[in-house]
């Protein structure tokens, strides 16, 4: 009889990032901040990093560098010690990462729906405010890691957030042209600023809190007096149209002129509040200074002796009128620092001076991928400025186009439309900078110590790897930009292709050494042949047996020649918009194209045939490449995305995510156990292949469950913006709902479940597996695990999912652990809201009446006890550390920050996950 045989399943080795996999960023310029004396912080792309401001190294990562979604607001408190420094990013997805100066992650908030605009730490860093662009306002609590509350009002997206702690309020500016005023104890919109006709960039309050400034769309930048209630007058008062009882209003005192037209997005007060730093969307940092009370009294002196001299001259013998105080004679235009670039992001150095004379030193984040820090002095009549330093070394100033990586597998060859770099794999840093022209294409030379770059304008250049001297320069390669370019099998010359309609054929040889009056020799390349096409030539690709040579065309098609007559043997056909990248695998049987149509075909190159079509992307594909002697194939295409196909069985394998800007470039190892893709967004990334395995439909269904997710949360953010529009409540819950929450919702009632089931069993039953795994807890035991388990900033999300049955169920047993002193904390607060949301069916549940009572008697006593506790432990700390100071006991903190100060290195390099 026949058996049976179950189906061979083929397996694959997962590809992923490599670790410190992500080269060349060195600010993406969502935001600077200094951590310490020394060190300053600013987002790269998806992590934020800590760099040495003297060395210019990197010293902490934090974040994952290959999250697909960049940080677009920072901001960093930095509290008297021995609390830690906080610093907080905000993602483009709305979420929002808090580390602590370790670099471990703290708390991961959810609650915005669109990108996270601004952030804030509120008073001494307990609460942090944040804003974004889908016009929320939430106030978070860093300590109990929950959301707050989250207040509606803005029509338009946040742009700034500013705290008055005097007098307990917080400021927001929007694009709807409108600040508003916020109690967060009341959480009521109290007073609403409308002096702007366009929308509100930035804002900022004086450090004596007497003064709001804030910046629009116009050439002006407009101040606001910050004035008590109490001493305001009965006009001022009425038209500040504030809510009655509001301690201060806002009064317009007028606005100063800027020199830029460009719309302002920064305002930034340093130099111990002397000095105002306007940035606006172009290279220009404005800067305004402040002038002190004895300054103002000597100018409007001088205006007075001025109008008495001109009334003497005029004969008038009336007295002069004292001089009037006016907002000129507050602050005034010093001058225009220019930098190489548009600035992203500044920030003032609170270590340079805190005498509070307009000196000190000021970090700005540009455009192109570049960090600078120049020293400011405004106390002359123009403002004198030097650059210090600039961190521009360890990465490309533009977009990269092309990548290639040596015989050996040591060195990666990145070019950009201003020169090339070249990167060490093993060490991850760049080693050598080819200052050129723009570089379209690129490859190593047989032995790993020249390279050849091909530009737009049609030059090829070779380089001393070495040194990195450019050792020849041939001009006229091409009549336009070589846009591809691919070493022959033999090592012995390499093939280009330009929009010249050419394909030229190029040997190496070595000549006499000019620069070395001819006593030794130098590489060279030398033209063998050429080619001419009907069309633009945009890949050329050499078989690896070097029979054939494949040239893909502008009119949509890849000719095949044989490499030594240069005669025609195939032609493929079938994308519908010009191929841009090809490869032959290294068996020279398959050839794979990727076209402008978002397809990757894969082709016989013994007929020609097409054996196989996917449509792999969702924009262009920018480039293909065979891994290793195997028939798998990597794709990259403008989409962001790196995905690996089984060129056999025709298999989807998976999707590689990480890139915030479209891929240009793909290259492989020779194994093909590592893949190196260059972006636009000017980064490097390396992904290795792992011994993980991975199952294809398990894949599948990770993918589905990811896509319904994005779904909902789709859905759920336009049920919330019709909720908005019908004019629903000003003050709402913090947090949304999302997977995590979902989740742990689902492993709660799995957990209620199960302890039903086990209170039910008789004696003498066995007990669930599953209790038996965790130590033979007991059926409470687990479940009580299972809540404390919830992360703190997902509980109300996760227990407002419950259906109402379960909520029933699970009342009772967070009596019980109150009563007993189990996690009085998560379970009082959990308590509290399941009361607050489900008052009314509670109340009117009879069988509840009994435990609402009992929580009446033992639910205060138990939080005032922990209270206490919590009261006495601080009390005998504060003691304990002044024991410790008058003892003279040095702390490990104190023996670091003085090994710093003499230049000591006392911390390397440390990604954080």
């Given at each position: 009889?026949?058996?049976?045989?179950?189906?061979?399943?083929?397996?694959?080795?997962?590809?992923?990032?490599?670790?410190?996999?992500?080269?060349?960023?060195?600010?993406?310029?969502?935001?600077?901040?200094?951590?310490?004396?020394?060190?300053?912080?600013?987002?790269?792309?998806?992590?934020?990093?800590?760099?040495?401001?003297?060395?210019?190294?990197?010293?902490?990562?934090?974040?994952?560098?290959?999250?697909?979604?960049?940080?677009?607001?920072?901001?960093?408190?930095?509290?008297?010690?021995?609390?830690?420094?906080?610093?907080?990013?905000?993602?483009?997805?709305?979420?929002?990462?808090?580390?602590?100066?370790?670099?471990?992650?703290?708390?991961?908030?959810?609650?915005?729906?669109?990108?996270?605009?601004?952030?804030?730490?509120?008073?001494?860093?307990?609460?942090?405010?944040?804003?974004?662009?889908?016009?929320?306002?939430?106030?978070?609590?860093?300590?109990?890691?929950?959301?707050?509350?989250?207040?509606?009002?803005?029509?338009?997206?946040?742009?700034?957030?500013?705290?008055?702690?005097?007098?307990?309020?917080?400021?927001?500016?929007?694009?709807?042209?409108?600040?508003?005023?916020?109690?967060?104890?009341?959480?009521?919109?109290?007073?609403?600023?409308?002096?702007?006709?366009?929308?509100?960039?930035?804002?900022?309050?004086?450090?004596?809190?007497?003064?709001?400034?804030?910046?629009?769309?116009?050439?002006?930048?407009?101040?606001?007096?910050?004035?008590?209630?109490?001493?305001?007058?009965?006009?001022?008062?009425?038209?500040?149209?504030?809510?009655?009882?509001?301690?201060?209003?806002?009064?317009?005192?007028?606005?100063?002129?800027?020199?830029?037209?460009?719309?302002?997005?920064?305002?930034?007060?340093?130099?111990?509040?002397?000095?105002?730093?306007?940035?606006?969307?172009?290279?220009?940092?404005?800067?305004?200074?402040?002038?002190?009370?004895?300054?103002?009294?000597?100018?409007?002196?001088?205006?007075?002796?001025?109008?008495?001299?001109?009334?003497?001259?005029?004969?008038?013998?009336?007295?002069?009128?004292?001089?009037?105080?006016?907002?000129?004679?507050?602050?005034?235009?010093?001058?225009?620092?220019?930098?190489?670039?548009?600035?992203?992001?500044?920030?003032?150095?609170?270590?340079?001076?805190?005498?509070?004379?307009?000196?000190?030193?000021?970090?700005?984040?540009?455009?192109?991928?570049?960090?600078?820090?120049?020293?400011?002095?405004?106390?002359?009549?123009?403002?004198?400025?030097?650059?210090?330093?600039?961190?521009?070394?360890?990465?490309?100033?533009?977009?990269?186009?092309?990548?290639?990586?040596?015989?050996?597998?040591?060195?990666?060859?990145?070019?950009?439309?201003?020169?090339?770099?070249?990167?060490?794999?093993?060490?991850?840093?760049?080693?050598?900078?080819?200052?050129?022209?723009?570089?379209?294409?690129?490859?190593?030379?047989?032995?790993?110590?020249?390279?050849?770059?091909?530009?737009?304008?049609?030059?090829?250049?070779?380089?001393?790897?070495?040194?990195?001297?450019?050792?020849?320069?041939?001009?006229?390669?091409?009549?336009?930009?070589?846009?591809?370019?691919?070493?022959?099998?033999?090592?012995?010359?390499?093939?280009?292709?330009?929009?010249?309609?050419?394909?030229?054929?190029?040997?190496?040889?070595?000549?006499?050494?000019?620069?070395?009056?001819?006593?030794?020799?130098?590489?060279?390349?030398?033209?063998?042949?050429?080619?001419?096409?009907?069309?633009?030539?945009?890949?050329?690709?050499?078989?690896?047996?070097?029979?054939?040579?494949?040239?893909?065309?502008?009119?949509?098609?890849?000719?095949?020649?044989?490499?030594?007559?240069?005669?025609?043997?195939?032609?493929?056909?079938?994308?519908?918009?010009?191929?841009?990248?090809?490869?032959?695998?290294?068996?020279?049987?398959?050839?794979?194209?990727?076209?402008?149509?978002?397809?990757?075909?894969?082709?016989?190159?013994?007929?020609?045939?097409?054996?196989?079509?996917?449509?792999?992307?969702?924009?262009?594909?920018?480039?293909?490449?065979?891994?290793?002697?195997?028939?798998?194939?990597?794709?990259?295409?403008?989409?962001?995305?790196?995905?690996?196909?089984?060129?056999?069985?025709?298999?989807?394998?998976?999707?590689?995510?990480?890139?915030?800007?479209?891929?240009?470039?793909?290259?492989?190892?020779?194994?093909?156990?590592?893949?190196?893709?260059?972006?636009?967004?000017?980064?490097?990334?390396?992904?290795?292949?792992?011994?993980?395995?991975?199952?294809?439909?398990?894949?599948?269904?990770?993918?589905?469950?990811?896509?319904?997710?994005?779904?909902?949360?789709?859905?759920?953010?336009?049920?919330?913006?019709?909720?908005?529009?019908?004019?629903?409540?000003?003050?709402?819950?913090?947090?949304?709902?999302?997977?995590?929450?979902?989740?742990?919702?689902?492993?709660?009632?799995?957990?209620?479940?199960?302890?039903?089931?086990?209170?039910?069993?008789?004696?003498?039953?066995?007990?669930?597996?599953?209790?038996?795994?965790?130590?033979?807890?007991?059926?409470?035991?687990?479940?009580?695990?299972?809540?404390?388990?919830?992360?703190?900033?997902?509980?109300?999300?996760?227990?407002?999912?419950?259906?109402?049955?379960?909520?029933?169920?699970?009342?009772?047993?967070?009596?019980?652990?109150?009563?007993?002193?189990?996690?009085?904390?998560?379970?009082?607060?959990?308590?509290?809201?399941?009361?607050?949301?489900?008052?009314?069916?509670?109340?009117?549940?009879?069988?509840?009446?009994?435990?609402?009572?009992?929580?009446?008697?033992?639910?205060?006593?138990?939080?005032?006890?922990?209270?206490?506790?919590?009261?006495?432990?601080?009390?005998?700390?504060?003691?304990?550390?002044?024991?410790?100071?008058?003892?003279?006991?040095?702390?490990?903190?104190?023996v670091e920050a003085a090994a710093a100060g003499e230049g000591v290195p006392t911390k390397r390099l440390k990604l954080v996950k």
């Amino acid at each position: 009889p026949e058996t049976a045989t179950m189906p061979q399943v083929k397996s694959y080795r997962r590809f992923g990032p490599a670790e410190e996999g992500c080269l060349g960023v060195i600010s993406s310029g969502a935001g600077v901040a200094y951590v310490g004396e020394g060190q300053v912080a600013t987002t790269t792309l998806s992590t934020v990093t800590v760099y040495n401001h003297r060395t210019g190294e990197a010293v902490q990562v934090l974040g994952d560098q290959f999250e697909s979604d960049p940080i677009t607001a920072l901001a960093v408190h930095v509290p008297p010690p021995p609390r830690p420094t906080l610093i907080a990013g905000g993602t483009h997805d709305g979420s929002i990462h808090l580390w602590d100066a370790s670099g471990e992650e703290i708390v991961c908030f959810r609650g915005h729906r669109a990108e996270v605009s601004a952030l804030c730490f509120l008073g001494d860093g307990l609460q942090l405010a944040s804003g974004s662009n889908d016009t929320d306002f939430i106030v978070w609590d860093v300590v109990a890691e929950k959301g707050v509350v989250r207040l509606h009002g803005h029509s338009g997206p946040i742009t700034a957030i500013a705290e008055l702690p005097r007098y307990d309020l917080l400021l927001s500016a929007s694009k709807d042209h409108h600040i508003r005023v916020w109690n967060p104890t009341t959480q009521h919109c109290v007073q609403t600023i409308v002096g702007h006709r366009n929308e509100v960039g930035a804002m900022t309050i004086t450090a004596d809190h007497t003064r709001l400034i804030t910046g629009s769309t116009d050439s002006e930048v407009r101040v606001w007096a910050i004035v008590d209630a109490a001493d305001a007058d009965p006009g001022q008062l009425e038209a500040s149209q504030a809510a009655e009882g509001v301690p201060v209003i806002f009064v317009p005192l007028g606005a100063v002129t800027r020199q830029s037209r460009e719309r302002v997005i920064g305002l930034h007060l340093g130099c111990g509040g002397s000095m105002l730093a306007c940035q606006a969307v172009d290279k220009a940092v404005e800067f305004f200074r402040f002038r002190t009370e004895p300054e103002i009294a000597k100018r409007l002196k001088r205006r007075e002796k001025r109008a008495k001299a001109k009334a003497e001259d005029d004969g008038a013998g009336a007295a002069v009128a004292s001089a009037e105080r006016t907002l000129d004679d507050e602050i005034f235009s010093c001058g225009v620092m220019r930098c190489g670039a548009k600035v992203r992001a500044l920030c003032f150095d609170p270590y340079s001076t805190n005498d509070g004379t307009p000196k000190g030193s000021i970090t700005v984040a540009l455009s192109n991928n570049t960090l600078e820090t120049y020293s400011i002095d405004g106390s002359a009549k123009s403002l004198d400025y030097n650059k210090l330093s600039d961190q521009s070394f360890a990465g490309h100033r533009t977009p990269l186009r092309a990548v290639a990586m040596c015989e050996n597998d040591a060195l990666i060859l990145s070019t950009s439309n201003k020169g090339a770099k070249v990167w060490d794999v093993k060490s991850r840093k760049c080693i050598r900078t080819l200052d050129g022209g723009y570089g379209l294409c690129c490859m190593f030379v047989p032995g790993s110590r020249h390279a050849v770059v091909g530009t737009r304008s049609g030059e090829l250049l070779l380089f001393e790897l070495s040194s990195g001297r450019l050792i020849e320069k041939i001009e006229e390669a091409h009549d336009g930009a070589i846009w591809s370019m691919d070493l022959q099998p033999d090592k012995h010359g390499f093939v280009t292709g330009g929009a010249d309609k050419s394909v030229n054929i190029w040997e190496f040889e070595l000549v006499a050494d000019e620069e070395n009056e001819g006593l030794s020799k130098r590489l060279s390349c030398a033209h063998l042949k050429a080619l001419k096409m009907t069309d633009d030539v945009l890949s050329v690709k050499f078989s690896p047996d070097q029979r054939f040579l494949a040239v893909a065309l502008l009119d949509s098609t890849v000719k095949v020649f044989f490499s030594d007559t240069l005669k025609f043997f195939l032609s493929l056909y079938g994308h519908k918009l010009p191929v841009l990248a090809m490869d032959i695998s290294r068996d020279s049987t398959l050839i794979a194209t990727g076209s402008g149509d978002k397809n990757v075909k894969l082709w016989g190159l013994d007929f020609g045939d097409c054996h196989k079509s996917f449509l792999a992307h969702q924009d262009v594909v920018t480039g293909v490449k065979f891994l290793g002697s195997s028939h798998y194939v990597a794709s990259v295409s403008k989409d962001k995305t790196v995905k690996l196909w089984d060129g056999d069985s025709f298999e989807y394998i998976l999707t590689l995510s990480g890139h915030q800007a479209e891929i240009s470039g793909l290259t492989a190892s020779h194994n093909g156990g590592l893949l190196a893709t260059v972006s636009h967004d000017r980064s490097v990334r390396l992904w290795e292949r792992s011994d993980e395995l991975i199952n294809l439909d398990e894949e599948r269904e990770l993918e589905r469950e990811e896509a319904d997710d994005r779904e909902a949360a789709e859905a759920e953010a336009t049920i919330a913006r019709a909720q908005k529009e019908q004019g629903g409540a000003e003050a709402d819950r913090a947090t949304r709902q999302n997977v995590e929450s979902l989740k742990s919702a689902d492993r709660l009632i799995e957990a209620i479940e199960l302890v039903e089931v086990e209170l039910a069993k008789g004696p003498g039953e066995p007990a669930n597996p599953l209790l038996i795994a965790y130590g033979n807890l007991k059926p409470l035991e687990y479940l009580l695990r299972v809540v404390e388990k919830i992360p703190s900033v997902e509980l109300e999300e996760a227990l407002l999912v419950l259906p109402f049955a379960y909520v029933l169920k699970l009342v009772p047993f967070l009596n019980d652990w109150i009563a007993g002193g189990h996690a009085v904390e998560v379970c009082t607060r959990g308590l509290l809201f399941l009361l607050k949301v489900h008052h009314n069916q509670i109340v009117a549940n009879e069988a509840m009446v009994e435990v609402v009572q009992a929580l009446q008697g033992h639910v205060h006593g138990k939080v005032t006890a922990l209270k206490d506790a919590i009261g006495f432990n601080m009390a005998a700390l504060r003691f304990l550390e002044q024991e410790v100071k008058s003892a003279g006991i040095r702390t490990f903190e104190d023996v670091e920050a003085a090994a710093a100060g003499e230049g000591v290195p006392t911390k390397r390099l440390k990604l954080v996950k």
